[in-house]
């Protein structure tokens, strides 16, 4: 008892300050990180409606490139071996044509328009082909597309509350309607508050058809559903898109490390998707992330001797390659960090900034601190717990940046659909640095107003901050990062057991809850462990000091089981 006791008094005191190990990289990082340059970028990026391999996805790509230049990365093919900033621009042919919006409007027979490209900026479903100037059609309800076959769709315009995707498979490709009309925005989007939102969508690349989606907001739905009751069917569509070859663009930028190189730190952020926070802002806060470190590299504060490796592209799929394609390079990959949607006003769009862990038994029992996004997520398993101290090392030091700003920081059990999915399959540690909730999520609302330069810089500093530690790999490394796992494992086991002691009180299983308790005692026992992949300076001392700590929570799991019998 004693031994647990002392690890809790020792570990939760200041909980979330910056240790004495970690303060001067955040002092150092403070005052490096443009704020503004980041918003720049930002503000560069979201102009386009960014599909893989169009002109505003490339242009967005050479936009950061030419950004890590100004900054001292030098162009991998005329780097000299003594170079460490690089960087490369990788090209591969698309299998499939890329798509852009130019213009549209879609009106109601009386000429009333109810939407316009220009200000509604997802109307058109991406991939759908032009109407060669303005058309008029006739259209059919057909509200969720429950039982299309009750509806003549052929050669009309088919309306429904149902994703485009269906709707164009059934009413198109099956049926020989001659486009869609679609409705469907998410509760979160809050549709009847925000009623010219539109979410973005996409349908099938259909050459043979070419047809159309086009995609409305709660205003233009409630418009055409009068129109009907007024048995007035009558649209006139105008849609100009773009349709052609491409290749697709990633780039990828690395500060070498003195030591070793071949193991590293990546950072990843996504070019596609048409908005300023889902993820221009995530292209500009790691633009500037690696211009920072060019800075302090070049000014001679930091030397890692791990590489942080720089990745702009495909969501998941520039990733997933990176980490795929070379084995050996993937054995040296020792954590992955997914920057997505890091740059939000949250009293404009809702929410918080929230660290996506790993999974660990918060995506078991999902109760007390543990919370969902309205994203959503599912439970895991026990074989599907990944422990790593990466989880509660990054959420310690992005909770020290919350105190000393004054910045609300969060995180939530692991629900995936980023950057951070790759690295997991891969068996690497990942991590998500997001936003949620967003009322304007995918929506033609988000844009750059909705864009706040202070959380890009405290998403950067953050983020900069914790790489560079992991990649100087100082001599008291390890020691702090067994410290701030150690301190989480303590609060973590308290307030595990307060929760399971109201749970029986409550008359719920007490073996259940005595379960709970010990897997979270057993998962920290295995996260402790890992902090050996750091490769302590000083392995004898460290791995005393191991020895104690997890000798310490052993002590604390059957002190917290006594509780509960």
């Known amino acids: 008892?004693?031994?647990?006791?002392?690890?809790?008094?020792?570990?939760?005191?200041?909980?979330?300050?910056?240790?004495?190990?970690?303060?001067?990289?955040?002092?150092?990082?403070?005052?490096?990180?443009?704020?503004?340059?980041?918003?720049?970028?930002?503000?560069?990026?979201?102009?386009?409606?960014?599909?893989?391999?169009?002109?505003?996805?490339?242009?967005?790509?050479?936009?950061?490139?030419?950004?890590?230049?100004?900054?001292?990365?030098?162009?991998?093919?005329?780097?000299?071996?003594?170079?460490?900033?690089?960087?490369?621009?990788?090209?591969?042919?698309?299998?499939?044509?890329?798509?852009?919006?130019?213009?549209?409007?879609?009106?109601?027979?009386?000429?009333?328009?109810?939407?316009?490209?220009?200000?509604?900026?997802?109307?058109?479903?991406?991939?759908?082909?032009?109407?060669?100037?303005?058309?008029?059609?006739?259209?059919?309800?057909?509200?969720?597309?429950?039982?299309?076959?009750?509806?003549?769709?052929?050669?009309?315009?088919?309306?429904?509350?149902?994703?485009?995707?269906?709707?164009?498979?059934?009413?198109?490709?099956?049926?020989?309607?001659?486009?869609?009309?679609?409705?469907?925005?998410?509760?979160?989007?809050?549709?009847?508050?925000?009623?010219?939102?539109?979410?973005?969508?996409?349908?099938?690349?259909?050459?043979?058809?070419?047809?159309?989606?086009?995609?409305?907001?709660?205003?233009?739905?409630?418009?055409?559903?009068?129109?009907?009751?007024?048995?007035?069917?009558?649209?006139?569509?105008?849609?100009?898109?773009?349709?052609?070859?491409?290749?697709?663009?990633?780039?990828?930028?690395?500060?070498?490390?003195?030591?070793?190189?071949?193991?590293?730190?990546?950072?990843?952020?996504?070019?596609?998707?048409?908005?300023?926070?889902?993820?221009?802002?995530?292209?500009?806060?790691?633009?500037e992330i690696a211009a920072s470190s060019a800075r302090l590299l070049r000014s001679g504060q930091i030397d890692p001797e791990r590489t942080i490796t720089y990745l702009f592209g495909d969501e998941i799929v520039s990733t997933n390659r990176y980490v795929q394609e070379d084995p050996e390079r993937a054995k040296g990959i020792k954590w992955g960090m997914s920057l997505d949607m890091v740059g939000e006003d949250t009293e404009k769009t809702g929410g918080t900034f929230l660290i996506e862990k790993m999974p660990d038994p918060g995506a078991i029992w999902v109760r007390g601190v543990e919370k969902h996004s309205e994203w959503g997520g599912r439970p895991l398993t026990k074989e599907q717990l990944k422990p790593h101290y990466f989880n509660d090392l990054v959420i310690s030091q992005f909770k020290a940046i919350g105190s000393a700003r004054n910045w609300e920081v969060n995180f939530n059990p692991f629900e995936g659909g980023s950057d951070h999915v790759p690295f997991l399959r891969g068996n690497i540690p990942g991590l998500l640095l997001w936003h949620f909730t967003d009322v304007f999520y995918h929506t033609d609302r988000d844009r750059i107003d909705k864009v706040s330069p202070q959380t890009l810089d405290n998403v950067g500093t953050g983020a900069l901050m914790i790489a560079l530690m992991l990649t100087e790999n100082k001599e008291q490394l390890a020691d702090f990062v067994l410290l701030e796992a150690s301190t989480a494992a303590a609060i973590r086991m308290t307030n595990e057991l307060q929760l399971s002691k109201s749970a029986i009180s409550d008359g719920e299983d007490k073996e259940v809850q005595r379960d709970i308790v010990a897997t979270w005692a057993d998962y920290y026992m295995n996260v402790f462990e890992t902090t050996l992949d750091i490769d302590p300076k000083n392995k004898t001392a460290f791995q005393k000091n191991l020895q104690e700590t997890k000798d310490a929570m052993i002590t604390l799991k059957n002190m917290s089981l006594g509780q509960l019998n």
């Open 1 to 287: 008892m004693g031994a647990a006791l002392l690890l809790f008094l020792s570990c939760s005191a200041n909980a979330f300050q910056f240790k004495p190990f970690a303060q001067p990289y955040y002092d150092m990082v403070d005052a490096t990180f443009n704020q503004n340059e980041a918003f720049e970028t930002v503000a560069f990026v979201e102009k386009y409606f960014r599909v893989v391999g169009n002109e505003g996805f490339n242009k967005s790509i050479y936009y950061a490139a030419d950004k890590l230049k100004a900054a001292g990365f030098v162009l991998e093919e005329e780097a000299k071996p003594s170079d460490r900033l690089t960087y490369r621009i990788e090209k591969r042919t698309l299998d499939k044509p890329t798509w852009e919006p130019v213009s549209g409007s879609l009106k109601l027979g009386s000429d009333e328009e109810l939407l316009n490209l220009e200000t509604n900026r997802n109307m058109i479903a991406i991939n759908s082909f032009s109407t060669k100037g303005e058309q008029s059609f006739e259209f059919v309800n057909v509200y969720e597309g429950k039982d299309i076959d009750n509806y003549d769709v052929e050669g009309k315009v088919v309306v429904g509350n149902a994703s485009a995707r269906y709707l164009f498979s059934e009413c198109v490709q099956k049926r020989g309607a001659v486009g869609v009309i679609s409705y469907r925005m998410p509760d979160y989007n809050q549709p009847v508050k925000h009623q010219n939102s539109i979410s973005f969508s996409g349908i099938p690349l259909d050459e043979e058809k070419e047809s159309f989606a086009i995609l409305l907001s709660y205003d233009a739905y409630n418009k055409l559903l009068m129109a009907e009751f007024e048995e007035k069917f009558e649209l006139k569509i105008d849609l100009a898109t773009k349709v052609y070859k491409s290749e697709e663009l990633t780039l990828v930028a690395e500060l070498k490390g003195s030591k070793a190189p071949e193991e590293r730190f990546v950072f990843s952020a996504h070019v596609q998707e048409p908005g300023a926070n889902d993820n221009a802002s995530g292209v500009g806060a790691l633009t």
